[in-house]
């Protein structure tokens, strides 16, 4: 008698505690997907639980919820320190502007045909100098501008065609002085996008300025509409590029060669992108073989959005 008494006692007992794993199991699938999905969305302040409980295991998610309050708390005081600096940036670039326009206004005025030679060379130099901290502080004020949460341009129909035309041949001097090969390739027709003229003209800009500044010989410049897209993609030689370079590319305040670039601000490519991005594209980088950089920028087609 005792034998069945002991036989189903490790029968109950092999019972439960399978129960008990499948349970637990079943309670850890559960809190692994409710991790996942609160890592995803750190906003909430959701916590780890358990459908059944565990002494032990309810220590270990004490401990794993009290990490991912820390992250929070971290993660919005970086928000808060980002917004502060944005903010910093655009109250400072604004108060710079309004002099600096008014001292290019009067540089403006002093060069008169009358003025000795040397005088007017000392006088370009200065102008030249204005001219680009001018630029400088305007790259400041436009990043801390499109990469607030708040700005959203207005859309609407625009022929990119006629755009990029038109601002190229505006930067036509800078890609002269620079001597390259020159390649354009767009269609003879209007390509009409969703978009912002504002915007998508910063985007051209900046790459031109990009394209021009890294160029070594040639550059290209392409325009096509393709499966209810509308792609500009821009292309020129380069060297001394790696990889690890086009992944900076990107990054906020990144130069490739600052002895090269002393006048650059590590931001065009960062608003070129965010701007594609708020208005409904994208913009990517990536090295063509060993030495040839190219980006595209894509957006809908206007017949695509319609």
């Known amino acids: 008698m005792s034998c069945y008494i ?11 505690f399978a ?17 996942r999905e609160i890592t995803q969305s750190l906003e909430e302040n959701r916590v780890l639980k358990l459908e059944t409980a565990d002494r032990d295991l309810e220590e270990f998610l004490v401990q794993i919820n009290r990490a991912l309050g820390e992250i929070r708390q971290e993660k919005n005081e970086f928000r808060r320190q980002e917004k502060e600096f944005k903010r910093q940036i655009e109250n400072i670039s604004h108060d710079l502007r309004t002099p600096l326009t008014s001292i290019l206004g009067y540089l403006k005025l002093m060069d008169t045909e009358s003025m000795p ?4 060379e000392n006088l370009d130099t200065v102008r030249r100098k204005a001219e680009a901290l001018s630029r400088l502080v305007g790259q400041f004020y436009d990043y801390s501008r499109v990469t607030s949460g ?27 002085e620079k001597h390259l090969e020159f390649s354009f390739h767009i269609p003879e027709r209007p390509v009409m996008m969703r978009g912002n003229e504002n915007c ?15 160029a070594e010989h040639c550059l290209e410049i392409s325009l096509k509409e393709e499966n209810g897209s509308v792609i500009l993609v821009f292309e020129n030689d380069v060297s001394d ?33 965010t701007l594609a991005e708020k208005t409904g ?26």
């Open 6 to 16: 002991i036989a189903a006692g490790a029968v109950m007992a092999a019972v439960y």
């Open 19 to 35: 129960a008990r794993s499948f349970l637990l199991k079943r309670s850890l699938r559960r809190a692994s997907v409710e991790l």
């Open 117 to 120: 030679v040397d005088e007017r």
């Open 150 to 176: 708040d700005y959203q341009p207005e859309l609407h129909d625009m022929d990119l065609c006629r755009l990029l035309r038109e601002t190229v041949l505006d930067s036509w001097k800078e890609i002269e």
């Open 200 to 214: 998508s003209e910063r985007i051209i800009r900046n790459l031109l300025q990009n394209a021009v500044r890294y």
């Open 241 to 273: 590029f790696t990889q690890g370079d086009v992944e900076q590319l990107f990054r906020r305040f990144y130069v490739k060669d600052p002895s090269r670039n002393s006048q650059g601000t590590g931001l065009g490519l960062t608003i070129a992108r």
């Open 281 to 306: 594209g994208s913009m990517k980088a990536e090295l063509v073989g060993e030495d040839r950089l190219r980006f595209t920028v894509e957006w809908e087609s206007a017949d695509a959005v319609h």
